[in-house]
């Protein structure tokens, strides 16, 4: 931001943007949106939780109250959905 | 509604902390381990991602003005989401039940749908970066100045109290060194905010708010399950806790002595609903600074819209887990200062819970929503410290005219000094812990005062520069003066808060609506007094003289002002059901 830039007296009106989510672009590449970086942890994390979910079917922790429930498999399989949809929609968007 | 001077009692954490407990509240597996790690990891690549980006100083400091009204939205609140305010609000659900909620919904709705519908738009359409940027094309340099010097200094302590507190708190969680969670964290945080300035910030902090939900939100599922739905867990409540409501928002709140917050209803309507929050939410620059980053008025408009949803369903992850632990913990918690070896206080009900439901990958999930709340706190004090310093302090009153890779030089350079004032901050806090205290107000002095000026500013022509000064400086003295006040003379509460009944709760919402009266009082009267600036010099900056722009060619389902109402809709239905 130029220093005279700051307030109205500058008269222009905010930069034109391209594509929601996506301001910048550097080197002609357009910048990922912030959900694709959101799909990739989720997915990274469901797969962890889920592998642990998977050998605690057999071998429950005696610590944990609810591990009848099973958490860690069905948390982790929703973290794989939900990271999945927001990593492979960010990636269209982009395209 | 992030009040600060109500978070988990860091008192606590310090006793603990110097009582050398022989275990760690959490047992940490391996397998969480690798998932901390992977977070730290993936913020830092974030960062260094965006920095190829980031190449003016709209980019580093306004993120490019880019930001959509989810995202804009998102890192706004989850700029406020920080970790030591979901435990101790957790902890306050406990003590007091549901009137913790109205933190989240009366302390917060209102003020979000009226920053969105009235203030955005000024803030947007004058093109100010910030706050104290606002204040000096509305009034003068004294104010603006006066603004800016006290966010600098509040956000760089704060940044360094919140770093204190998550190297304390894991210490005493998962038995961490704190001077090693000191140093990681905060230069993880200065590498990433100086690499990529408000661009890194702003994703960082949706990250961390998608992390903070899907991390926390196990333990009110799996405890309902357990109680038995919330039917059940009501059932429970009142078998364990007999005449006693822990349960209803409004029906107590007749008298100061017929609930346990020791509040009555004109407190936390006037006094929280009224000013502390509209102070908070449209004043404080931290959380302003995401919705400045949006593209255009209507996501501007949009974004603290789209956040009163979330906000709303915070309780969900925040109240419900205190009040699950009211129902289903097999002993019970007590205050801090009732302390014994072998119980804990009401501040260690999330993890608790988090031990209680979560195992291994969990664990280590929820964890990382505490630390992702951490450092998004972290991040948004540091992000609002480098635009503050470097363009209402460093280029108004130092070096006015240099190049614009000057100014974005200097914000990465006062990222990293601002994180190294922070770190020393935190190692003061840790030698002298009272002063936690007193820097967790320091906010609480300023912003109730500060909306008053700035809101008169924007819908009365006739405030005056000296008006505005005089008006802020009454107010935030006469709020240090209450606060000091009561502290020398506990008795003194009785008369701020107008009951003999009236508890600490009580203090904090009686004080912010005082000094925002003597604020706007004195504003108004210095002004009446004084010459106000010509009416061709508030274009764009007040109410009659600003050219808002048209909505009527928009479908009703893409105008701010319906989604303003449909929040408000559901404010009013959240009161009801639970009255």
Redesign the interface.
Known sequence: ???K????K?GEN??K?AA????????GRQ??P?WF??G???L??GV??LA??IS?IHNP?H?????Q?H??LW??GL?IV?GAVFAVRSRRKRG | MNVRQWTVSLAWLANLSRAGRSRAVL?VHP?DL??IV??FV?VLG?GF??K????????F????????A??AGLAFLSANLGSLELMGWAGASYEYGILAAHWYWIGAIPAMVFLGLVMMPFY??????SVP?YL??RFDRATSGLAATCLAVITILTSGVNMFAMALLLHVLLGWNINVSIWISSIVVGIYVAAGGL?SA??NE??QF??IW?GAL?VPI?GL??AGGWNGLVARIQARFPGQDYTHLWKGLGHFSTNPMGIQWTGIVFGLGMVLSFGYWTTDFLVVQRVLAA??VRTAKMAPIIASFFKMAIPFIVVLPGLLALGVLPFRLVPQSAVHPGQYSYNAVLPLMLG???????LG?GVTALIAGFMSGMAGNTSAFATVWT?DIY?SFLR???A?SH?VSMGRWSTMIGVLISIGAAYLVMQFASIMDYVQALFSFFDSPLFGTVILGMMWKRTTPKGAVWGLAAGVTSSVAMFVWVKLDPHMLAVFALSPHAKIMAENMYRALWSWLICVTVTVLVSLATKPRAEGEL???VYGFTELPSEGHLSIFRRPIFWGAVALAAFVVLQVIFW
Request: glycine fraction near 10%; proline fraction near 6%.
């Open positions: 931001m130029n220093p830039s700051e307030g109205r500058d905010p930069p943007i929601p989510e996506t301001v910048g672009t550097a080197g910048m990922l912030v970086f959101v990739i942890i989720f990274v994390y962890i939780i642990v979910g605690e922790p610590t944990v109250l609810a591990a429930l958490p860690s948390w982790g973290l939900v | 047992a397998v690798i998932i992977i977070y993936m974030i991602y965006l190829r980006y980031t190449k003016s100083g709209e980019d400091f306004l993120a490019g003005r880019g930001m959509t989810w995202v947007y359409i004058c093109k100010t970066h940027g000096n094309l661009f702003i994703f949706v990250v998608f992390l899907f196990l799996l399950v357990e593209r255009d209680r439901y979560c195992g291994p990958g969990l999930l363009y280029r006015k005219d240099a614009d100014y274009t764009s900056l």
